[in-house]
């Protein structure tokens, strides 16, 4: 018994499909969804996170606090300068039309006063 020839054996009957026509039904489901997707955004005003209101938003950041688990403090983001907000600005927009949040964006560190 070869293992090589096993493991061929086995792995080739792993990806095929067992219904008939399954990669063409499942091409033309792909085609259409992203077609209609592709009609739904482009006619709509999808938000758009203002640089403006991110570089208000960076500057109202009180200065002298701790970073959290990314070590980025306030002042990186104080002094960061118009370029920073632009590219948070399309960072954010990105996030809000593809409903999509970074993984490290949904950590936080919480110390106890007490």
Do not use: W
Not at 67 to 87: K, P
């Amino acid at each position: 018994m070869n293992i090589l020839d096993e493991f061929t054996t086995y792995y080739t009957k792993v990806g095929q499909s067992n219904s008939v026509c399954a990669d063409d039904k499942f091409k033309s489901f792909v085609t259409s969804f992203i077609q209609a997707e592709t009609n739904i955004n482009s006619h709509s005003n999808a938000l758009i996170v203002d640089v403006h209101v991110v570089q208000e938003k960076m500057n109202d950041l009180k200065l002298r606090k701790a970073a959290g688990h990314d070590n980025i403090q306030n002042e990186h983001l104080i002094f960061g300068g118009s370029n920073l907000a632009v590219h948070l600005s399309l960072l954010f927009t990105a996030m809000v039309r593809h409903a999509f949040v970074p993984e490290s964006f949904r950590f936080g560190i919480i110390k106890p006063i007490l």
